[in-house]
């Protein structure tokens, strides 16, 4: 398979699977040139239906060549869709330098703005361009979007709705495995170096935050995720911003479909096989409501629920709680209790703060903590047990005493954690376990928190060696029920590699600017220092038991 082909089906997956157009049939299209505000001429492929026309056109701009078109024309054209597939800037056909992604938005060049108003202009096209794709062809989307571009509707899969914080940085550190595995992929790397020179929330990427654009934003929309993917935040995210305060088109007007799936919809993920009701009809959903939005046709859509999320459970007992899809109107879908338990002495996670406390590790740079599964692209992952890296020095546990009933979590997920450090700087990682009865303990969430950026990403706050700063690492969401006999357990380290680049305890952003060094770190608990795992606990009484 060749480096183009491989990409595609790496950073598209999700989109091949649930398109309706996933068949053996194939069409040929008709390559034009379309011209952007500043000369440049991008292959643009037309595919057209049977009949005289006009037309509504769903538009599809990938960064992985047009060769998908063909497959995925049919289905489109069947229903009375022009389908229309454009190498983004610099990529195959079209001209231009890939600057990956900055000419798609709101910038100096507009590219998928002006792609929508081209198509507007031609003879075959009745004025109305729904946009589909998933992953980089779903951020393409939201940045066309935010450009304030007329679009009459979106599909976008597992897409970034802001890249600091969800793509090149997380909680300020560079998501090092995504964001250099992707790029090399692409043959853009250097692109690499540009990031890297940005490691603070600024000016730069702005341009990549559609969230803080969503007024400008009319489309209705259909947002997939997948709370295992490596943008789940942003999907949700792009959700609700858009749903109550979008512009006029796009308020009110969005769905949100979030499954227990990586970037890629599949049943076995990480160490966990979900039960066979883990699919959702996605192809069928979009289908319905681009006929309604396109052609005006009733499709049950009004009657349709804004949000399908599925609340995840034990998968090794057919009658535990959870593992089934569920609606709402809003997200999140009902009120929680945000329910601190609180790190204490001996590795307990408890319902009140205890004794005041302590436990320190050394965290050595040269020997991070691995990587094992987690919202990842090109190296494994979902849901792994976690049990054999919480025996490491520098990884400290915590769990509650096995649960009497059943406690679901749904909604944003967060570690409040007081600690010191004899460094300049450093980092502190957490991940949320599922601890099942026989010991595994399965990943369910994780982030890292950099301690100079635990007042904001715009500006560093060095925390002087040796005082005690409070830091908030945010796990993103989920919903999940943890069995009666389950434990709730935390890990909290200093790394997690390549998934985030390690910390040189220096000072600097990047390893190897100025050495290395071992950082002693300290995580603090107690009346003082209630260090605590913030969890959005359902009220009981609405629990199923």
């Known amino acids: 398979m060749n480096l183009n082909a491989w990409a595609f089906r790496i950073g598209a997956t999700l989109a091949l699977l649930v398109c309706a157009a996933a068949t053996s049939e194939t069409t040929t299209g008709e390559l034009w040139m379309a011209p952007m505000r500043d000369g440049a001429l991008l292959a643009t492929e037309v595919f057209l239906p049977e009949g005289e026309g006009p037309f509504p056109t769903v538009l599809t ?23 229309v597939i454009q190498d983004t800037r610099g990529r195959g ?20 703005h002006d792609t929508v108003y081209w198509i507007k202009m031609q003879p075959w096209s009745d004025g109305q361009v729904a946009t589909w794709g998933g992953s980089a062809l779903g951020i393409t989307q939201l940045l066309a979007a935010a450009s304030g571009a007329d679009i009459a509707a979106q599909s976008v899969l597992v897409a970034a709705s802001n890249f600091y914080g969800q793509l090149s940085y997380q909680g300020g550190v560079w998501r090092k495995s995504l964001c250099e ?3 090399e992929s692409q043959g853009n790397e250097y692109i690499v170096d540009i990031w890297k020179n940005h490691p603070t929330y600024g000016e730069y990427w702005e341009q990549f935050n559609t969230e803080q654009r969503a007024e400008y934003i009319t489309a209705p929309g259909l947002h997939v995720g997948g709370w295992f993917d ?3 935040q942003g999907t949700i995210n792009s959700f609700v911003t858009r749903q109550y305060e979008g512009g006029e088109g796009a308020r009110g007007n ?56 599925y609340t995840m459970g034990d998968v090794d007992d057919p009658d535990a709680p959870g593992n089934e899809w569920r609606t709402a109107d809003t997200w ?47 190296i494994p992952s979902g849901p792994t047990n976690q049990a054999e890296l919480g025996e490491r ?23 409040r954690v007081f600690v010191s450090s004899d460094a300049v700087d450093t980092d502190f990682t957490a991940k949320l376990v599922d601890i099942y009865p026989d010991g595994r ?105």
């Open 393 to 415: 020095n520098d990884v400290l546990t915590f769990a509650t005493e096995p649960l009497d009933k059943p406690i679901e979590i749904t909604g944003p997920v967060s570690v």
């Open 93 to 112: 056909g079209s001209q231009g330098k890939d600057m990956v992604f900055t000419d798609d938005g709101w910038g100096r060049h507009q590219d998928g």
């Open 332 to 378: 999140p879908p009902f009120e929680t209790e945000e329910t601190p338990l609180y790190l204490a002495g001996d590795g307990l996670l408890s319902m009140e703060p205890m004794d005041d406390g302590s436990a320190a590790y050394a965290f050595d740079p040269a020997n991070p903590v691995p990587t094992r599964g987690g919202q990842n692209l090109l």
């Open 230 to 232: 490596i943008f789940a």
């Open 181 to 183: 595995g992707w790029t």
């Open 61 to 83: 701009r990938s960064v992985y060549g047009r060769g998908a078109g063909a497959t995925l024309a049919p289905a489109y054209n069947e229903r009375g869709l022009a389908f």
């Open 254 to 309: 969005q769905f949100l479909v979030m499954g227990p799936w990586p970037h890629g919809v599949t049943r076995e993920t990480g160490d966990l096989r979900f039960p066979e009701n883990y699919d959702f009809d996605i192809a069928d959903f979009e289908r319905r409501l681009f006929q309604h939005w396109l052609f005006g046709e009733d499709a049950g859509i009004d009657e349709e629920p804004a949000v399908h999320y």
């Open 441 to 545: 303990e399965i990943l369910m969430l994780d982030s890292i928190q950099r301690v100079k950026f635990r007042n904001g990403f715009a500006e560093p706050d060095l925390l002087p060696p040796g005082e005690v700063g409070e830091l908030t690492i945010d796990l993103w969401s989920i919903s999940l029920v943890f069995n009666k006999g389950h434990r709730i357990g935390l890990h909290v380290s200093s790394s997690n590699y390549p998934r985030f680049d390690v910390n040189p305890n220096t000072g600097e952003d990047f390893p190897g600017e100025n050495g290395r060094e071992v950082a002693n770190n300290t995580v603090h608990w107690g009346e003082e220092y209630p260090s605590a795992l913030l969890l959005p606990v359902r009220p009981r009484d609405n629990v199923k038991e």
